[in-house]
């Protein structure tokens, strides 16, 4: 249920500055749960579920109307078991297509080494380190993500139009009875993470336990959960197989387009590119992903197991999914419009993490915009009580707003809402989600900054006010 974002913590460290032990507020989950915490995972845990019903039902049955359901309800035209009854349940072919594309997924990820980085100039693949565990554990990954999703997609475009395998449309026929299938994985592997992490961790050290058992099994417990050496969880979910089919699901929402209407409108390609950029965009920095929030803090349970087998691929597509019912044709101008905004918050996006990734790696002997950067000197202790100082960048799109790249995140996620056009709410979901999410993520970060730097952090806040928009928030 996570965007995939880098922390913003936009800093480089000194030489041995990553110690085997951060502090409790540093890294991770919570270990103490506060009421809201608490009210808030209990909310998620009922109603996330239902509210993804709720949208795709109300596609199925309303035409994308959010309204027309409650209404009916409200006024007796409909009843809760008459809606239940119209939906499509699981079928054995919807079972069989899922279990087949979970398989496919895993053996592209466990046995084929990558390949891509041996002859695209540029691109970071291969065995690649993760970031430093509390426990002072490195793990190292396999980075095939783009060549499992070039493989993935040739053998669609093979078997859907060259061999006439399956129609193109095989996704959307079979989208409400792959939601069960993609239930069923999302709380099986939540469930088995949860038990894992009691009984037989991969590392104990690196786990974390409330005593409260919905918040554990919500917000997880095991740090990075694996299966051997290489099968690593968080990894797998939140790759694949969710973003790997985003495309896919996308392309089969154009094609069942192209069935009903004998054409594919300017918006539904809209959709496409500008989805595709951001996925190609994920896989090729996929090496980078492994220091966002995702791999770096947060545990693997219901929120990253459930919300990358079911959220992701169910609400992420929405606007795809509306054009399918309301085949909307965009006059060029406005079009471009949305082309034109979704490729600056791609820019924004992207060059913001090249600067800050750049800043890192250069320990800030390096040009942003052109000069030297500007920096704030800070220090932090370790839980060990050892001191180290650290640098905090204040140039380029860093001295804009202190999370700039979410910016651009949401610049780019408004765009493929506006593609839909204004005649229903449905598509605009993602947007308002997005906002909701990269907003409590950009206090989560700063919380956790000011834990860390204390002082420190007041001065680069001085620095640098805003945390998004330039003179506004």
């Not at 699981?90 to 997924?105: E, L, M, R």
């Not at 449309?169 to 709380?187: E, M, Q, R, S, V």
């Not at 950029?277 to 896989?283: C, T």
């Not at 795809?320 to 019912?325: D, H, P, S, W």
Request: aromatic letters at 18%.
């Amino acid at each position: 249920m996570a965007a995939k974002s880098q922390s913003n913590d936009p800093k480089t460290e000194s030489p041995g500055s990553i110690s085997k032990a951060a502090t409790h507020g540093q890294w991770g989950r919570a270990w103490e749960v506060d009421w809201f915490s608490l009210a808030s995972v209990t909310f998620l845990l009922l109603f996330a579920p239902f509210i993804v019903y709720y949208f795709i039902m109300a596609c199925d049955q309303y035409s994308c109307s959010l309204t027309a359901p409650l209404v009916d309800i409200a006024t007796g035209r409909a009843r809760l078991s008459d809606i239940w009854a119209k939906t499509p349940p699981v079928t054995t072919k919807a079972a069989q297509i899922y279990v087949a594309w979970v398989t496919f997924q895993v053996l592209l990820y466990v046995l084929l080494p990558d390949f891509c980085h041996k002859f695209l100039p540029g691109y970071v693949g291969g065995v690649q380190e993760g970031a430093m565990t509390p426990a002072g554990i490195v793990n190292k990954y396999e980075i095939n993500g783009l060549q499992a999703w070039l493989i993935t997609h040739l053998l669609w475009f093979a078997n859907s139009y060259l061999l006439a395998c399956f129609s193109p449309t095989i996704i959307f026929d079979n989208w409400i009875p792959l939601l069960w299938c993609a239930n069923i994985l999302g709380y099986a592997v939540s469930t088995f993470a949860m038990i894992k992490g009691y009984f037989f961790p991969t590392d104990a050290r690196d786990c974390k336990f409330t005593g409260n058992f919905l918040y554990n099994y919500m917000m997880g417990v095991e740090f990075n959960p694996r299966i051997g050496e290489w099968f690593d969880f968080k990894l797998f979910f939140n790759g694949r197989p969710g973003i790997v089919a985003w495309t896919l699901i996308n392309l089969s929402f154009a094609a069942k387009q192209q069935e009903l209407y004998g054409h594919v409108t300017n918006s539904m390609v809209l959709v496409n590119v500008l989805q595709a950029i951001y996925v190609l965009d994920f896989f090729w920095n996929e090496t980078w992903y492994l220091k966002t929030i995702d791999i770096c803090h947060d545990h693997f349970g219901w929120y990253l197991g459930w919300g990358d087998c079911v959220w992701l691929p169910y609400l992420y597509t929405l606007q795809g999914l509306y054009l399918v019912y309301h085949p909307v044709q965009l006059p060029t101008r406005y079009s471009l419009g949305v082309l034109l905004l979704g490729l600056l918050g791609y820019y924004i996006f992207r060059m913001a993490n090249h600067q800050k990734d750049l800043f890192r790696r250069t320990d800030g002997r390096c040009v942003i915009w052109g000069r030297k950067p500007r920096v704030i000197e800070c220090s932090f202790t370790s839980a060990n009580e050892q001191k180290h100082r650290s640098k905090l960048l204040v140039s380029g799109f860093w001295g804009m707003a202190r999370h700039f790249n979410y910016t651009g995140d949401l610049m780019g996620s408004l765009a493929y809402c506006l593609a839909c056009g204004g005649g229903h709410l449905l598509p605009y979901f993602y947007i308002i989600y997005m906002a909701i999410l990269l907003t409590h993520r950009c206090l989560r970060d700063e919380h956790r900054c000011a834990n860390k730097y204390g002082r420190d952090w007041e001065r680069y806040t001085a620095a640098v006010p805003y945390r998004l928009l330039p003179g506004i928030f």
